[in-house]
Nanobody
Framework: VQLVESGGGLVQPGGSLRLSCAGS????????MGWFRQAPGKEREFVAT????????YYADSVKGRFTISRDNTKNTVSLQMNRLKPEDTAIYYC??????????????WGQGTQVTVSS
């Protein structure tokens, strides 16, 4: 599975962005998908995950209620809608694929990342 993220950019605090991750391969819809992020000088952290059919989602406490993960298996895409963005959301965001939803382990495939900067 190859993954390519898009949709990052510069946004003011309180604003919104929608990240997308396009997957290749006919097996995309069998994988759980996750979003992670890494800020400068910090370790990569879990953001959200979604099961293969979209029936199960899970979020990090820091984004719960502000971010929404979704997927469209007909288009081989997974999205992350980010609302009420804060400066501490600034990071490189990565999508990843795993056999089952997870907050850390099992992600075998990763995208190259897309930069999100929240600043006035």
């Amino acid at each position: 599975v190859q993954l390519v993220e898009s949709g990052g950019g510069l946004v003011q605090p309180g604003g919104s962005l929608r990240l997308s991750c396009a997957g290749s391969g006919r097996t995309f819809n069998t994988y759980a998908m996750g979003w992670f992020r890494q800020a400068p000088g910090k370790e990569r952290e879990f953001v959200a995950t979604i099961s293969w059919n979209g029936g199960t989602t899970y979020y990090a406490d820091s984004v719960k209620g502000r971010f929404t993960i979704s997927r469209d298996n007909t288009k081989n895409t997974v999205s992350l809608q980010m609302n009420r963005l804060k400066p501490e959301d600034t990071a490189i965001y990565y999508c990843a694929a795993a056999l089952i939803p997870s907050t850390s382990e099992g992600y075998d495939y990763w995208g190259q990342g897309t930069q999100v900067t929240v600043s006035s």
